[in-house]
């Protein structure tokens, strides 16, 4: 039990490790490592004690009328290993942090050209138009480079963010995990949209080892081939021949990407509608190559082996004579899986399934008497160990979670005992029917940290799961692994273009009613961001939940399980409200909540015909915070980074009453042609309005006004020019019981004088126009707003400059706090009654891989 507990220490202080703001210094450590050795003196002290006094007769405290009890000398001693295994954790992983900050981009050469000699060191990701590839500098001009690298490599036209480019094949040279390049490359240190429950970009890359992004500029230079570089390359090589060798296969085909991603876990190919219906469906893990993939190909190594090795002799003796058949079994199911593992990309459930796998096998090997627990635990510090930042992969969750789930039902579930000859169509129902009650198990189990980690849980995933799992596991993938191996033989053309109609056929005929699940309304139920006690409260009732069947009131532990999938944020009282100013790169997206209510305001800027601002930061924020539908929208004008993320937001959430400057309908008709499926619209709102001054209403001790544009002024078509439609914006003017705060679109200074003369009191917070443009925020609308904070919403690093510098100063001279969302995150403001509140998501939730960011000027 002291093992486990040390080990379950190690791995808790590991963690702290990644959330701390900053290591500890060389004097912290140096009073943590005398406290630590003052304890273990006095542990040990009083262990001798105990000791000497248990080893004392009985008689020897008779003439004191004392009756001892019976004393421990290994209790005191026993309490270090958890001690130590906490101190052990902590410096493991921060003297590794230490180790990868100290290999960062400076200052002076970020976003500027560097001249690089690098190595490609992965299998290079084939986007449309794009390659992106992990590198290893070798050497560079100026020096100091990061040791690794992220490489994105473009093509020569810009697609732009609606025509999906073509592959380009032609336009990129064969790219080769080994081969050396002379590069001049754009550097900047990583950077990412950092917004309150959204996906953290930059600890990700962090975690990869990945310290700066280097975009490549002018035409690169191949040098060299280094094939046999370390084990690593060769396995990164070896991935990409394969791929080379299925493409004919797959490339063609609906779901040949899957294929590839379950055959060598490249997932670039994998359409993102495809992922919706995966997530939706809880099936993305088998998808990638996860453990189970991993374990049935190493059983089937093993079991080989084992047929093999009690028929073959060598010099007249039988193999099985010489080594035990189960050891060459053993060392062969381990030797299949690991090479399995370096085909898939070593990640973090191909390395748990594998050190896993090593632990049983070390045991059974050497009789030892481990159990299940133990072996997680083992295999969950060897993976820490290896990899301090596998912590910090939602896979490790999941994989472990599930895993331990599996193992705690396992228990009690059991296996009933027949009586008589049971038939085969009998062994078979109830196989499928005990399959469905683990997955069923696993679903439940996982739900609270489904729920803290993606904010979503799949309602359907123990019906898809039922089927999918035999097929993927059973069909799909043993198929797309003999693809692998057959099509990189010359002669067995044939047999690869069969085998791949099959794999393909059976994941087609698969995903017909996964599709339909897919689809269905109630197929995932969102649940808001829940506070961490509540997470802490719903393990502990699963781990009740979980206890053998037959103690006592055992299934109330799923009761616990309740607040964290059924909390809902505090909103704000009556006549307050809540501002979150979302960081969405260089585009604009203001949430505004009431007691009862919530408005958008703009929904970001479009990526590509797949990507936008919406899906990536303003549909997750919505369902951290519990927003089911929006009761009003507002699209300030028809610029792309205002409004391309409205088809996103509409499919997601149902609008009740959306304003605009231009035709909303029409926008959509021309987007939906410009990405290629003409007639294909999302949900419209309920209703739809044009925004101009005296529209107004009352919610929740709210008041809400557009004083801009005016009511005369013509509609706005959405292919007009640029500058007539920012002149066109919708200006909102929010009016609380405790504050005022005004949204202002891309509005330049000539309306903003027009504002002036139509009269408007002092605000308290004002959207910087037009990102903070030297065109807008003029002296006269600065002066005569006085507001208390200013936010500008702008990318880091924007073509346009935005915010310009005398525009911030211009603000700050004018006693305002001024917010921008590229250096301090998303701005949540929150008027009260005692007063406003105003908070960085960066400052607010500080990061040591993410002080280089907040720092910057």
Known sequence: MVGRISLLAGLAAAGVAHVLPRTPTASEWAWLLGCLLAVSLFAVAMSAAALSIASLPVSAFRWSGLRLPPLRGRACLGLLGPLWATALGLAWVCLHIDHRLSDSLSVEDEDKVSRVVLRIATLPRELPGSRRFEAEVLASKPEGIPRRVLVAWHGADYAGPYRQPSAGADAFPELVPGQVWR??????????????????????????????????????????????????????RMRH???????????????????????????????PEDWTVFNRTSITHLISISGSHITMIAALGGLATLWLWKRLAWRGRMLAERVPAQVAACVAALAVAWLYCLLAGWGVPARRTFLMLSVLAAAHLGRLPLGPSRVLLLAAAAVVALDPWALMASGFWLSFGAVAVLLASGHWLGTQAPAHVVPARVRLLRGLKAACRL????????????????????????????????????????????????????????????????????????????????SQSVASLDAAAAPWWTLLLALSGMAVALLPRGLPLSGAGWLLVLPALLWRPERPPQGAWDMVALDVGQGAAVLVLTSGHALLFDTGVRHSPASDAASRSIVPFLRAQGVKKLDVLVVSHADIDHVGGLRSVLEARGVGQSYSSF????????????????????????????????VRWTVDGVAFEFVWPLESAPPVG??????????????????GRHHSALLTGDIAAAQEGELVRRGFGPIDVVAAAHHGSRSSSGDVFVSHAAPGHVIAQAGRWNRYGHPHPAVQRRWQRAGAQFWRTDLHGAITLRSRSDGLDVESHRKARPRHWSLDSASAP
């Not at 021309?670 to 709102?685: I, S, T």
């Open 183 to 236: 590069m001049s490359l754009n550097l900047r240190r990583p950077h990412g949209a950092s917004n309150p429950h959204g996906f953290d970009y930059e600890g990700h890359v962090f975690a990869q080892g990945l310290r700066a992004v280097g975009n490549v500029r002018g035409t690169p230079r191949f040098m060299r081939d280094e094939p046999w570089t370390g084990l690593a390359v060769m396995a990164e």
């Open 241 to 271: 021949f394969v791929r080379e060798a299925m493409k004919p296969y797959t490339q063609d085909s609906r779901y040949g990407a899957v294929l590839l991603a379950l055959a060598i876990g490249d997932q670039a190919g994998v359409p």
């Open 718 to 735: 959405v292919g007009s020019q640029s500058k007539l439609r920012n002149a066109q914006s919708c200006v909102l003017l929010i009016r």
């Open 439 to 518: 997955q069923l198990v696993v679903t439940v189990g996982l739900m609270p940290v489904l729920a803290s980690l993606f904010n979503e849980i799949s309602i359907v995933s123990p019906l898809a799961n039922a089927y999918a799992i035999p097929v993927i596991s059973l069909v799909v993938t043993p198929l797309s692994l003999l693809l692998a191996a057959v099509s990189a033989v010359p002669g067995l053309e044939w047999l690869a273009s069969a085998i791949s109609g099959l794999a393909h056929e059976a994941l087609r005929f698969m995903m017909v009613p996964t599709h339909w699940l897919a």
């Open 663 to 694: 035709d909303t309908v029409a926008y959509l008709k021309r987007e939906a042609a410009l990405l290629g499926v003409p007639g294909d619209l999302p949900p419209l709102p309920r209703a739809l309005s044009r925004c101009h001054e005296g």
